[in-house]
């Protein structure tokens, strides 16, 4: 069995100004090798392939029955569970020597993505669960009264069902009932949860779910084959042997603590009314970062510019707003950089940990005494994790800078404080570089303010971009100016891209370099596509720390800051990886967090954008609308949680105040869209006939969507931070009330690029009296809601200036 080749063959559409592609979607087109299909069938187990005997809908008062049966053929649990700890190769405990995951692979020629979440120590805290069952007609309102419970072991509490996590029915499976455990809210990172199917689950007539003979057998307090618990029929003596290890390694544990246990064993839970249950444990997620953050700097930054303005005339009339510099400074690199021999290393390589520095306190594995097994018991892991969170530094790496300082010969320019400049951090979109910052910094430098950009990661100024003179030759780009496919530029420097990797018949490169951004994410190679993300948040905590001192201004003046006095502003990709920083970071004051989104799998899924292509790339291999392309999304979001801003959005807003960006559409009469790169939300959008996948959607600002993605989109990361929101229609006058901070400002003009452009780019349904009005009252709210923040203005005294600043369309 072949595994997943490590990428997909990727085409992008980049844009420069303003992303062609979001007028076309962004023609992320992966076609992925046959080879898939295969590996992914190794997942069947983790999909409960082979439940489908006794599968009958409830006429005449058929019962229905759990499916779990770990030791069939074809085996089926549910997912996840902490079976997948198990390594029978550890004498000692039976779990895996370096707490991360140990799920079946193919030793030979392993599935990648099998490889990639046994890196991990834990499972999701915001994918769905699963559990199937060998009917049809259940009824999902007894699994959301009480007939499906999700307890904290922890606390020993349940959660809350409608608040904490909902149970539905998935829609791509035939033939049995597949109940979806949704969370909410994301689970507690690093935490054990049992689940219990409880007596109250009934078919839609009221008929009872009856245990499998493999459950009855492990849920029993004798030993498995002893005259009190006999053997299920037809079991082999190794069956037997390892229905034993789940019985006391798995099933018991939790029938002596939550169940049977006590002293506070959970309140109406026995032995005889649980159908069946199982335990599951989270992950770590913020570890390794929080490692970084204390560790900054990691690396002496050694922040230092020149005056780009006095070296070139590419950048036009001296009293503009600005005055631009453009420098280097030093990051710490936990990716690997490219080489003669491997060019391509910043596409395969993900974080490892430094086995020199674990953690001195516990893993979250049980010692078989009711409590957890101490780090020091284990092994270094491959990756890191809750025992080995620090990652290892793979190279010093120097990025180019670009600083944009108010120009004291710009009208109306305001004075350098005495104390010095405070700061802007701007972060970028994807597939886009640096040089978007110059759309955002007059209005900042009206407000006072010096703005300071680095590019994300793999992002950069190609030599065919626009912003071509604010390379430097001195500097290399983080694109690293690869040529690893066909890159074919069009008007104003747009750029599109097919590439393959690695992954079937590879083009070959073509001389011009490959456009930004066009590696980032990474649908084949999920570990580095998620530790981009957090190395895009490690350069943000450097580049913090290195903005503590003054700028070194060769043969110039130190540009004279604020020490510590940091604000930030990220547009689109730059609010994902924004929302994570502020989620670790406290060296920011406030932020402005532009069309951001989090469960991202399931927003690109869903993005008019992203969607079409993702699942055209996943056609021949896993069909949307089936268990496989469900699996994958599950997968997807499992290994990139340690990176979704889902999992930090809680701390980010609790620790700074927060002025949000939405663009929800319904200006023009209502034709004006939402956001048709980052959703505002992701539903099942299965067209006319409720059919998935449709041909067409019924909503045309989603793609084609067989699932809901409950996380996934703006709308939930609104909820997930506990902001306000206040909608606002074109021409933007100011409200009745004053708008506090950690408000979502909730745009019914303009479109995904709004905050970086005047203009309509081209998206249908927006006016280009509306485009300039959402740009020009977006940068008048980021620029005052900072300026205050700036000034020092406690939290509960901000306030985000809607509708006070003028903004007339140029005649």
């Given at each position: ?133 060998a009917l049809n007609a259940i009824s999902i309102d007894s699994a959301n009264a009480g007939g499906v419970l999700v307890i904290n072991t922890g606390t020993g509490m349940p959660l809350a069902p409608g608040v904490d996590y909902d149970v539905v029915q998935s829609s791509v499976i035939q033939g049995r009932t597949r109940l979806l455990i949704r969370p909410l809210q994301p689970l507690q990172p690093g935490t054990t949860y049992v689940v219990v199917l409880t007596d109250t689950l009934t078919t839609q007539t009221g008929l009872p779910i009856l245990r499998s003979s493999a459950f009855e057998a492990t849920a029993s307090p004798d030993p498995v084959g002893s005259e009190n618990n006999p053997a299920p029929a037809g079991a082999t003596p190794t069956q037997i042997a390892t229905l034993e ?567």
């Open positions: 069995m072949r595994g997943l080749p490590p990428f997909f063959i990727v085409k992008r559409c980049t844009g420069v100004p303003l992303a062609r592609g979001w007028r076309h979607r962004a023609e992320n087109i992966m076609r992925l090798s046959q080879s898939v299909l295969s590996a992914l069938a190794a997942t069947c187990l983790l999909a409960a392939c082979g439940g489908d005997s006794d599968n009958n809908d409830a006429e005449g008062g058929v019962p229905a029955r759990s499916l779990f049966a770990p030791t069939a053929a074809s085996p089926v649990v549910p997912f996840p569970i902490d079976l997948f700890f198990s390594d029978a190769t550890n004498m000692a405990t039976g779990l895996t020597q370096d707490t991360t995951l140990n799920l079946p692979n193919d030793t030979a020629s392993p599935n990648p993505l099998v490889t990639a979440l046994n890196r991990l120590d834990g499972f999701s805290t915001s994918a769905t669960l699963f559990t199937d069952l290890l789940i019985r006391t390694r798995l099933i018991r544990p939790i029938f002596d603590r939550l169940i049977d246990g006590t002293p506070d064993p959970t309140p109406g839970l026995d032995g005889d009314n649980v159908v069946l249950t199982w335990s599951f444990t989270t992950q770590s997620i913020s570890e390794s970062l929080a490692s970084v953050n204390a560790d900054a700097p990691r690396v002496p930054p050694a922040l230092g510019v020149a005056d780009t303005q006095a070296t070139s005339g590419t950048f036009g009339d001296p009293t503009n707003a600005v005055r631009i510099y453009s420098g280097s400074m030093n990051l710490p690199s936990f990716l690997d950089l490219p080489s003669q021999t491997n060019p391509a290393a910043p596409l395969t390589t993900f974080w490892t940990a430094d086995e020199t520095r674990p953690s001195d306190g516990n893993s979250t594995l049980p010692n078989g005494q009711g409590g957890v097994l101490p780090c020091a018991f284990f092994q270094p892991s491959v990756s890191t994790t809750r025992c080995f969170p620090v990652p290892e530094v793979k190279a010093t790496q120097t990025v180019p800078v670009l600083v944009l300082v108010p120009n004291n010969n710009a009208p109306d320019a305001p004075v350098a404080p005495d104390g010095g400049w405070p700061v802007v951090i701007f972060q970028h979109g994807i597939t886009r570089n640096r040089a978007d910052a110059l759309a955002v910094a007059p209005a900042l430098a009206q407000a006072g303010f010096v703005t300071v950009a680095i590019d994300l990661p793999l992002h950069g100024i190609t030599p065919q971009s626009p912003a071509m003179g604010l390379r430097s030759t001195m500097v290399p780009e983080r694109t690293f100016d690869l040529d690893l496919g066909p890159t074919m530029v069009g008007e104003a420097g747009a750029c599109d891209q097919d590439t393959a990797i690695l992954g079937g018949a590879a083009p070959a490169p073509d001389g011009t370099t490959d456009c930004s951004g066009a590696y980032f994410v990474n649908p084949g190679g999920l570990l580095t596509s998620r530790d981009n993300l957090r190395q895009a948040v490690a350069d943000l905590i450097q580049l913090a720390a290195g903005l503590q001192d003054d700028i070194t201004v060769v043969n110039g003046p130190a540009i004279d800051l604020d020490n510590g006095n940091i604000q930030y502003a990220g547009h689109s990709l730059g609010g994902i990886v924004g929302t994570t920083f502020l989620g670790v970071s406290d060296a920011i004051n406030a932020a402005t967090l532009g069309m951001p989104g989090s469960g991202i799998p399931g927003l690109l899924d869903g993005s008019a954008a992203f969607g079409a292509d993702l699942a055209d790339g996943l056609a021949g291999l896993a069909p949307e609308g089936t268990d496989t392309y469900e699996t994958y999304i599950r997968f997807a979001q499992t290994i990139l949680d340690s990176g979704d801003p889902i999992n930090y959005a809680a701390q980010a807003a609790a620790g700074h105040p927060v002025h949000l960006v939405e663009i929800i559409g319904g200006a023009n009469g209502g034709n004006n869209p939402p956001d048709l790169v980052v959703p505002n939300f992701v539903v099942r959008n299965a067209g006319e006939n409720d059919v998935c996948p449709a041909s067409a959607s019924l909503l045309p600002f989603l793609d084609t969507v067989c699932e809901d993605r409950v996380l996934s989109g703006t709308d939930p990361l609104v909820a997930q931070m506990g902001l306000d929101s206040l909608e606002i229609m074109p021409p933007y006058a100011a409200p009745d009330a004053q708008v506090g901070a950690d408000t979502a400002v909730r745009f019914t003009g303009g479109h995904h690029g709004s905050f970086i452009t005047p203009t309509t780019a081209g998206t249908p349904g927006v006016t280009e009296a509306d485009a300039f009005q959402t740009f020009c009252e977006i940068q008048g709210q980021m620029a005052g809601f900072l300026g205050q923040a700036a000034a020092g203005l406690p939290e509960d005294s901000l306030s985000i200036p809607v509708g006070v600043t003028p903004c007339a369309l140029p005649q």
